[in-house]
T-cell receptor, first 117, second 111 residues
Framework: GAVVSQHPSWVICKSGTSVKIECRSLDFQATTMFWYRQFPKQSLMLMATSNEGSKATYEQGVEKDKFLINHASLTLSTLTVTSAHPEDSSFYIC?????????????FGEGSRLTVL | QKEVEQDPGPLSVPEGAIVSLNCTYSNSAFQYFMWYRQYSRKGPELLMYTYSSGNKEDGRFTAQVDKSSKYISLFIRDSQPSDSATYLCAMSPGGYQKVTFGTGTKLQVIP
């Protein structure tokens, strides 16, 4: 299957700082990437859809100024958690679809665990 | 009512058993159906991907989709302790529309 790489896999930061997480599609181009948040023992919560060359589409209740998404190329999307607070501590996962207009098949990164002290 | 319903488990079975995991859904627009396996603190791994109704087999895994009943299943034959994980069903109308996930079923295969 297609490979999606996410970095860093875990990060610890102080409250008030910003953290950037990268999501790369290694063997395919992705015009669309997705960012999810997962709480312990819960399913994936879609945060936003990242579109190459245009603004991200955020789900209801997700603060776009807090979670900055940039999709600068067909293989890279970044999520920046700005002015992080302890309640932002979570497991963040990205996913991508190969090709344009492709079907629902999604491939996921390994996830990034953020701990805000 | 949630768009996708999945029993959270946990489901415990002895090694070698046949495991049946299921999801029901309410959105008749769903055309593409996926099963993901997620180990603790890891990203989901795509196991099976099917389009519309029918069966698909890959090794010990069989995915079934019954669109008339809005019901999908994943069967695992000869289950192994390494199959212990959370299994997520997911579905989409296709194209650029978002994928909707079930809450996941935690499976434990006991040696």
């Amino acid at each position: 299957g297609a490979v999606v790489s996410q970095h860093p896999s875990w990060v610890i930061c102080k409250s008030g700082t910003s953290v950037k997480i990268e999501c790369r599609s290694l063997d395919f181009q992705a015009t669309t990437m997705f960012w999810y948040r997962q709480f312990p023992k819960q399913s994936l919560m879609l945060m936003a859809t990242s579109n190459e060359g245009s603004k991200a589409t955020y789900e209801q209740g997700v603060e776009k100024d807090k979670f900055l998404i940039n999709h600068a190329s067909l293989t890279l999307s970044t999520l920046t958690v700005t002015s992080a607070h302890p309640e932002d501590s979570s497991f963040y996962i990205c996913s991508a679809r190969p090709g344009e207009g492709s079907t629902g098949e999604l491939f996921f990164g390994e996830g990034s665990r953020l701990t805000v002290l | 009512q949630k768009e996708v319903e999945q029993d959270p488990g946990p489901l415990s079975v002895p090694e070698g058993a046949i495991v049946s995991l299921n999801c029901t859904y309410s959105n008749s627009a769903f055309q593409y159906f996926m099963w993901y396996r997620q180990y603790s603190r890891k990203g989901p791994e795509l196991l099976m991907y099917t389009y519309s109704s029918g069966n698909k087999e890959d090794g010990r895994f069989t995915a079934q989709v019954d669109k008339s009943s809005k019901y999908i299943s994943l069967f695992i034959r000869d289950s192994q302790p390494s199959d212990s994980a959370t299994y997520l069903c997911a579905m989409s109308p296709g194209g650029y529309q978002k994928v909707t996930f079930g809450t996941g079923t935690k499976l434990q295969v006991i040696p």
